[in-house]
């Protein structure tokens, strides 16, 4: 496992800044109102949030494979070093909580539908997934793009190109295609009436979402090959994502790109422009090496325990607050408090899990 001194505080800050967005986006339950700014906020943040999790996800993942694809012998073997220290990160804090949650709905007298789909990340592979557990969609996304990834890259290494670097970006890029493609074919064949049908058959589904990974892989090939490039004009990478966001955020408005007129954009356009936008971030956060500040410390502790808080924010505690509290009569003060109370109950049981469980089984796989 890494080190403090290889920590990278522009990474961690991105990471924790992913986890916030995400709590606060599940927070609309205790701001339940959906005319209020902070209710649009809060469901733009959740979304982002995870935006930004696949993309860097791909970053990490993409530096790690881009330098074993590199070595003359790459192989079945390193493969397998590659998903085991994945899946050790990611595996074990997964299946627990989906135990937890498994038990949560039994005595709550919560139907499960096809539970045995949630061990094998298959519940929103092709199609939306069940009510339960809804936040691991995207755990599903992340373990089929770290299984498909390396085999392609593996099969690859028998083509006729033999310069390894740009094989490596064909490669890539291609999967980036099919998967874009795959929403091309959604958008001819399905139509999508509202955001909330958009979110269910095709934001959170495997086959539509894995070009989010593979971004991130690919600004991961721009960093080893560009390198001067990519700290020269980090600045200005920054100002165009800002572009791109702002106009995702205000110029839809403003050009009436609403989805039921304009499935095309939605449907294949605006998801990867989102992952393209927050990757244009990278060059400046990658760069930010340290930080000597007063924010060091919670940011990196809110980093190092996101994946904890992801896991058991919203089917755990959220869920367990609203079957014995009831917001709607709160005044927005009392709103506020109880926010207050629900965040700090996340991070302490987060910091738990992390502390005692997934912590001991990242170390494990280090000596392994």
């Known amino acids: 496992m890494k080190n403090e ?3 990278v505080f522009g990474l961690d800050l991105m990471r924790a800044s992913a986890i ?31 935006e930004v999790f696949f993309v860097l996800s791909g970053f990490l ?8 694809y590199q070595k003359d012998d790459f192989s079945i073997k390193d ?7 994945r899946w050790f990160r990611t595996l074990p804090n997964y299946y627990l909580v989906l135990l937890l949650n498994i038990l949560i709905a039994f005595f709550l007298g919560f139907s499960i539908e096809n539970t045995g789909s949630y061990f094998l990340f298959l519940q929103n592979f092709a199609s939306k997934s069940p009510a339960f557990f809804p ?45 874009v493609f795959a929403k091309v074919v959604f958008n001819s064949t399905q139509t999508v009436s509202n955001l909330t049908d958009w979110n269910s058959n095709l934001k959170s589904v495997v086959i539509y979402r894995i070009d989010a990974i ?31 966001f702002f106009f995702l955020l205000f110029g839809i408005t403003s050009s009436n790109l609403r989805i039921e007129q304009s499935q095309f954009f939605w449907n294949v356009i605006y998801l990867p422009l989102t992952s393209f936008g927050f990757a244009f971030f990278f060059p400046i956060f990658s760069e ?14 809110t980093s190092k325990i996101s994946y904890s808080i992801y896991l058991l924010h919203y089917s755990v505690i959220l869920q367990l607050l609203k079957v014995f509290i009831d917001t709607s009569q709160m005044s927005t003060t009392e709103r506020h408090f109880f ?23 990242m170390n494990l796989r280090d000596k392994r």
Do not use: D
């Not at 926010?339 to 089984?361: A, D, Q, V």
């Open 5 to 7: 001194k290889q920590r």
């Open 20 to 50: 916030t967005m995400v709590v606060l986006g599940h927070c609309l339950w205790i701001f339940p109102n959906g005319n209020t700014t902070i209710h649009q906020l809060l469901l733009l943040s959740g979304f982002l949030g995870v």
């Open 61 to 68: 993942i993409g530096n790690i494979l881009y330098q074993l």
């Open 79 to 85: 493969i397998a070093v590659f998903l085991k220290r």
């Open 135 to 179: 936040e691991s969609w995207s755990l599903s996304v992340e373990e089929f793009a770290y299984l498909l990834l390396p085999f392609v890259l593996f099969l690859g290494t028998f083509g006729i190109i033999k310069n390894k670097s740009k094989r490596f970006l064909i490669i890539v890029f291609s999967l980036f295609i099919i998967f």
């Open 214 to 244: 593979l971004v991130g892989v690919l600004i991961a090939w721009i960093r080893f090959n560009f390198e001067a490039f990519w700290k020269k004009y980090k600045v200005l990478f920054a100002f165009v994502g800002i572009g791109i």
């Open 288 to 301: 930010w090496k340290v930080s000597n500040s007063w924010l060091k410390f919670p940011i990196e502790f």
């Open 339 to 361: 926010t207050l109370i629900y965040l700090t109950i996340t991070f302490l049981l987060s910091y738990i899990l992390y502390r005692f469980y997934e912590k001991p089984m």
